[in-house]
């Protein structure tokens, strides 16, 4: 019993602090006008490279 008291716990901790996180993210595009999106340069599975390490 005491498992499931201690996972519910985390789960509601976890859940709150999406909840919070998302209400900063949505203030600052509303904020701004515009959504900022990136990936990283050696994150191959979103591109194809050229052959000499650049990707598309």
Known sequence: MKKHILALSVALLAAGAVHAQS?????KIKASGS??????ESSGALAYTLGNGVYT
């Not at 209400?23 to 203030?27: E, G, Q």
């Open 35 to 40: 959504i900022t999106q990136g990936v990283r």
């Open 23 to 27: 209400n900063d993210t949505l203030a």
